[in-house]
Structures are given as structure tokens and as C-alpha cells.
């Protein structure tokens, strides 16, 4: 009987037939899959390759385990997200922001209003901080009025809060 058993567990887990191993993947592998498959890879592949860069190992079940814990994870933080995402949706819909621009004495704007000005607008009235990436700004927004504007709080919610641009400063 040999001393190493590692070899042992090895030969179970080749193939005979196809001359094919299975392994989990640490990481996403080009051609051959992401993180948590396992998959069939040539012996000599993991042997010379995913073993040496620590990217594979044999499918353990502690191994197994904690990448279930880890999947786990990840999407109970999802979930918090989202929902942080859908409460803050629900007060910037409830309440109305004003900014305050010079005008022409036809109402026109002298200049623009940016996404960053609608920032500062929400945080200077509730606390709540929004990247001005996910501002969407109506597109003729260059008149003294009331404005619909949307921001993207997280992939699959979305606000519309309406902004007033009065005269002023």
C-alpha cells in the first residue's frame, strides 16, 4: 500500500475511459469555466497548470461548503442592497428639491444644470448621498420650472423625483 494517499484519491478521480480528471475551480478559467464549477480537464492540464497556480483543486466537500457560505454571502448582501436601494427610492419619491439658478427675465437658464447640482440638492435636504453617474437629466432642461429626474440607485430600481429650478443666488 502507498504511503500518500493524495495519490490514491487521484487515480479514483480519473477518468479510465476518457483520460480526464475533475476539479473545482478556484477562479474563472478561459475555455474551461468560472469559479465553483467543477469540471473534466485533462490530467496533465491540472497537474502542470490549475494545480501549480493554485486556480483548481479536487472537489472537496469542505471546499464545497464554503463556497456555499461564500454564494450565501453574497447574495444576502445583494438583498441589502437592493432593499437600501428601494428604501431610499421610496422618501426621494415623497419629496420635491429645489435649486436655485440665475435667469434671464424670460425664465431662461444662463447656464445649465448638471447631474452634480442635483447631488448636492438631495444631500443638502435629506443627507443621502447619490452618484452623479446614475442622474438622468430630461433633456430640455434649460427653463424656471418643474422637472422629472431619474437616478439609477441600483440595477433594478429606479427613482423619478421631480426637481424645481427656481430663480435665485
Not at 500500500?1 to 495519490?7: A, E, G, N, Y
Not at 442592497?81 to 421610496?90: C, E, G
Given at each position: 500500500?502507498?504511503?500518500?494517499?493524495?495519490?490514491d484519491l487521484w487515480a479514483q478521480a480519473v477518468d479510465a475511459k476518457r483520460r480526464r480528471v475533475?476539479?473545482?475551480?478556484?477562479?474563472?478559467?478561459?475555455?474551461?469555466?468560472?469559479?465553483?464549477?467543477?469540471?473534466?480537464?485533462?490530467?496533465?492540464?491540472?497537474?502542470?497548470?490549475?494545480?501549480?497556480?493554485?486556480?483548481?483543486?479536487?472537489?472537496?466537500?469542505?471546499?464545497?461548503?464554503?463556497?456555499?457560505?461564500?454564494?450565501?454571502?453574497?447574495?444576502?448582501?445583494?438583498?441589502?442592497?437592493?432593499?437600501?436601494?428601494?428604501?431610499?427610492?421610496?422618501?426621494?419619491?415623497?419629496?420635491?428639491?429645489?435649486?436655485?439658478?440665475?435667469?434671464?427675465?424670460?425664465?431662461?437658464?444662463?447656464?445649465?444644470?448638471?447631474?452634480?447640482?442635483?447631488?448636492?440638492?438631495?444631500?443638502?435636504?435629506?443627507?443621502?448621498?447619490?452618484d452623479a453617474k446614475t442622474i438622468e437629466l430630461p433633456p430640455e432642461m434649460s427653463k424656471l420650472?418643474?422637472?422629472?429626474?431619474?437616478?439609477?440607485?441600483?440595477?433594478?430600481?429606479?427613482?423619478?423625483?421631480?426637481?424645481?429650478?427656481q430663480r435665485g443666488k
Open positions: 500500500m502507498r504511503p500518500d494517499t493524495s495519490v475533475d476539479v473545482l475551480l478556484k477562479e474563472e478559467v478561459d475555455g474551461t469555466g468560472k469559479k465553483g464549477d467543477i469540471v473534466a480537464v485533462k490530467p496533465g492540464f491540472y497537474r502542470n497548470f490549475l494545480m501549480p497556480q493554485g486556480i483548481a483543486v479536487q472537489p472537496s466537500a469542505e471546499y464545497l461548503e464554503q463556497l456555499r457560505l461564500e454564494d450565501e454571502r453574497k447574495i444576502a448582501e445583494a438583498k441589502a442592497k437592493k432593499d437600501a436601494a428601494l428604501k431610499l427610492r421610496d422618501g426621494l419619491q415623497i419629496l420635491s428639491f429645489t435649486i436655485r439658478v440665475k435667469a434671464k427675465d424670460d425664465g431662461t437658464l444662463y447656464g445649465s444644470i448638471r447631474p452634480q447640482d442635483i447631488v448636492e440638492a438631495v444631500k443638502s435636504q435629506t443627507g443621502a448621498e447619490l420650472a418643474t422637472y422629472t429626474v431619474y437616478a439609477n440607485l441600483h440595477p433594478e430600481v429606479k427613482a423619478a423625483f421631480p426637481v424645481s429650478i
